[in-house]
C-alpha cells in the first residue's frame, strides 16, 4: 500500500467524523488493525509516521469532541486560544500502538478566573476522552488535566525559567520532558512561542547543557564486558529483554542532547539526526541512525496482549525470541554502540563539571 493510499483509506479518514469517545475507540481499533497489517512491510520509519498520523487524528478529534461536551455541560465555549501539545514518545512522533497519554495545554496571555475554570475542567474532561478511546493516564501525570502542565503562556514562561535556573534532577528531568513538545490542535502561534521561550533558555547556558547531560548519562547497563546481553534475571519477565528502556530510549536521550546543545529544535529523534548530520558535528550519526531504527523496530515486534480491541505490552522481548541468531546480532551490535557513546558522555560530563567548579 502506498503513502497515498493509506492517507485516502476509510479507516484513517473516518477518524474525524467520530462524534464520541465511543465511536473513536472504533475507529481507531479498526485503523489499528490496518496498521498491524502493514507492519513489517513496510519500512519501519514509514510505519511509525503512519502510526503517528493516526494518533494525532485522534487527539485532533478528541479535542473537538470535548469543546462540544464543554458547550452541552454548560461551559460554553474557550474563553480564548490554546494549544493541545503532547509530549515523550507522542511528542517525538514515536508513539506505539499502546502509548498511554502525555500532553498538555497552552492557554493565551495571563491567568484569570474564567481562564482557570474553563480549562482545568477542560483538560481533565479531555484526559477521560483520551481514556475512553484507549489511550491509558499518564502514570507520571504529564497529561492536561494535571496543573503542571496546564497553564497560561505566561505561566509557563516562568516555569520553564524557573526549571532552567534550578539545576537540579527533578527540574531538568521535566525541562527534558518538555523538549519533546509538539503541536497537535488548536492555536500553532501558541505553541511556536513557547518552543521560542524554551529553546531561547538553551542558548549559550553551558551549565544547563550540563545539567540535561547529567540526567542523560543515568542509564543501566544492558550488556557486559564480554559483550554479552544482559536479560532480567527475575520477575515476570525474567530471561527477557527491556528493549525500550535498554536500547531505544538510551538512543533517544543521547540524540536529544545532542540537539539541545547544538540548537536543533526538531522533536523527532529522526529529524533530530537529519539536522545534527547538516551541521556536520559528528561523525557517527548514520550508525547511531541505524542502531535506532533497530531499536524502533525491536520495540514494536515485542509481544503484546489484545483487551477489548487494544493492545498492551511490556516492551520486553520474551526469552524465546532472543534465540533468534540475527536479532540477538542485531541488538548486541546496538548496545554496543550505545555503550560507547555512553562513555563517551560520561567522559565529556566529568570534563564539563570540572571546567565549572
Known amino acids: 500500500m502506498e503513502t497515498a493510499d493509506w492517507n485516502e483509506d476509510k479507516r484513517y479518514l473516518s477518524i474525524v467524523t467520530a462524534g464520541s469517545p465511543q465511536e473513536l475507540k472504533a475507529r481507531r481499533t479498526a485503523c489499528q488493525d490496518l496498521l498491524l497489517e502493514q507492519l513489517n512491510v513496510i519500512p519501519i520509519e514509514e510505519w511509525m509516521s503512519r502510526v503517528n498520523a493516526m494518533h494525532d487524528r485522534i487527539a485532533w478529534t478528541a479535542v473537538n469532541i470535548c469543546e462540544a461536551q464543554m458547550k452541552e ?40 478566573a474564567l481562564k482557570q475554570s ?3 475542567a477542560f483538560g481533565a474532561m479531555l484526559s477521560d476522552v483520551l481514556e475512553e478511546a484507549g489511550y491509558e493516564k499518564c502514570e507520571g501525570k504529564v497529561m492536561c488535566s494535571e496543573p503542571l502542565w496546564r497553564k497560561t503562556f505566561t505561566e509557563w514562561k516562568r516555569q520553564l525559567d524557573g526549571w532552567m535556573n534550578q539545576l537540579e534532577w527533578e ?3 521535566y525541562l527534558i520532558i518538555a523538549s519533546d513538545m509538539r503541536h497537535v490542535a488548536g492555536s500553532e502561534q501558541l505553541s511556536m512561542e513557547w518552543r521560542e521561550a524554551f529553546h531561547a533558555g538553551f542558548v549559550n547556558n553551558r551549565k544547563l547543557s550540563t ?4 540526567n542523560t548519562v543515568r542509564h543501566k547497563a544492558t550488556i557486559n564486558l564480554l559483550g554479552q546481553v544482559l536479560t532480567e534475571r527475575f520477575g515476570d519477565y525474567a530471561g527477557g529483554f527491556d528493549v525500550k528502556y535498554g536500547a531505544y530510549i538510551p538512543l533517544v536521550n543521547i540524540v536529544r542532547h ?5 540548537g536543533v529544535w526538531d522533536s523527532s529523534t529522526l529529524g533530530r539526526l537529519e539536522r545534527l548530520a547538516e551541521l556536520g558535528k559528528y561523525e557517527h550519526l548514520e550508525d547511531i541512525r541505524r542502531a535506532f531504527l533497530t531499536a524502533l523496530r525491536m520495540r514494536v515486534n515485542t509481544p503484546y496482549t489484545v483487551q477489548d480491541g487494544l493492545l498492551s505490552s511490556s516492551d520486553y522481548i520474551s526469552e524465546s525470541d532472543l534465540k533468534n541468531k540475527q536479532l540477538m546480532s542485531e541488538l548486541r551490535e546496538c548496545l554496543l554502540l550505545v555503550r560507547r557513546l555512553h562513555k563517551a558522555l560520561q567522559r565529556q560530563l566529568r570534563s564539563e563539571e570540572r571546567r565549572q567548579s
Open 211 to 214: 545539567a540535561v547531560l547529567r
Open 258 to 262: 545532542l540537539s539541545l546543545l547544538h
Open 118 to 120: 474553563y480549562f482545568e
Open 73 to 112: 455541560a454548560g461551559y460554553g465555549l474557550p474563553p480564548c486560544a490554546y494549544s493541545f501539545i503532547v509530549f515523550g514518545s507522542a511528542g517525538r512522533q514515536e508513539a506505539t500502538l499502546w502509548s498511554d497519554q502525555d500532553n498538555g495545554l497552552i492557554v493565551e496571555g495571563e491567568p484569570d
Open 171 to 173: 527540574p531538568t528531568r
